[in-house]
């Protein structure tokens, strides 16, 4: 079965500075990946999405991502911070790789902006 | 642009009630998935349907059902509800099998008590 695990239930960082927050996946067949913001009483948000082709992957809102499959990782960054991006972000695989397929979430990081 | 639509919003049950949550997808999206997201927690995947049949199952109790009607409209059932069963549940539609872009809805928060 896919999964995935994030690296730090919070980060916090400055306004302005860069944002890294870090995913893993474990999966048996090639891998989609997602990143989901969710805003406090929200729905989730997608950011961007890796299926195939291009490993490095821009989403919404500055953010983009890199899938290192040496690494089994998909890390998300974006270069400077700002107020609005705190916030709950969860990485998620799909289940099995097909069809419409559920999305197995990580436990989600709180990212925190100081200002 | 449309987006997924949940009803209700809030929801408050009695233990060993019964429940119906409500999701309508975004215009022209044919796959709708079901999601239950405790307080404090990750959203736990319960079921999916393409195109009014099931697709995908994950970890939904057998208390609960769900379907998908022609208008592509689908209805989360839970009965004899449990006070553990208090959470979020989400909505999420995406157009076609494989698209891989599911768009949520707010949600609906059902209290149990």
């Known amino acids: 079965a896919q999964s995935v695990t994030q690296l730090g239930s919070h980060v916090s960082v400055s306004e302005g500075a860069l944002v890294l927050l870090r995913c893993n996946y474990s999966?048996?067949?090639?891998?989609?990946l997602f990143w989901y913001v969710q805003y406090p009483n929200q729905g989730l948000q997608l950011l961007l999405k890796?299926?195939?082709?291009?490993?490095l992957v821009k989403g919404i809102n500055g953010f983009e991502a890199e899938f290192k499959k040496s690494e089994t990782s998909f890390h998300l960054t974006k270069p400077s911070a700002h107020m609005s991006d705190a916030a709950e972000y969860f990485c998620?695989?799909?289940?099995?790789?097909?069809?419409?397929?559920?999305?197995?979430f990580g436990k989600g990081t709180h990212l925190i902006i100081q200002p | 642009a449309a987006g997924v639509i949940q009803s209700p919003r809030h929801l408050i049950k009695e233990k060993r009630e019964t429940a119906t949550l409500k999701c309508y997808p975004i215009?022209?999206?044919?796959?709708v998935y079901w999601y239950q997201q405790g307080p404090g927690q990750d959203p736990q995947f319960l079921i999916s349907?393409?195109?009014?049949?099931?697709?995908d199952k994950g970890s939904i109790p057998d208390r609960f059902s769900a379907q998908q009607f022609s208008d592509y409209h689908s209805e989360l059932n839970m009965s004899s509800l449990e006070l553990g069963d208090s959470a979020l549940y989400f909505c999420?539609?995406?157009?076609?099998?494989?698209?891989?872009?599911?768009?949520f809805g707010p949600g609906t928060r059902l209290t149990v008590t």
């Open positions: 999966s048996s067949v090639p891998p989609y």
């Open positions: 890796y299926t195939t082709g291009a490993t």
């Open positions: 999420a539609s995406s157009l076609g099998e494989g698209t891989y872009e599911q768009y």
């Open positions: 215009p022209r999206h044919d796959t």
């Open positions: 998620a695989v799909s289940r099995t790789g097909g069809g419409a397929d559920g999305l197995t």
């Open positions: 349907f393409y195109e009014k049949m099931q697709s």
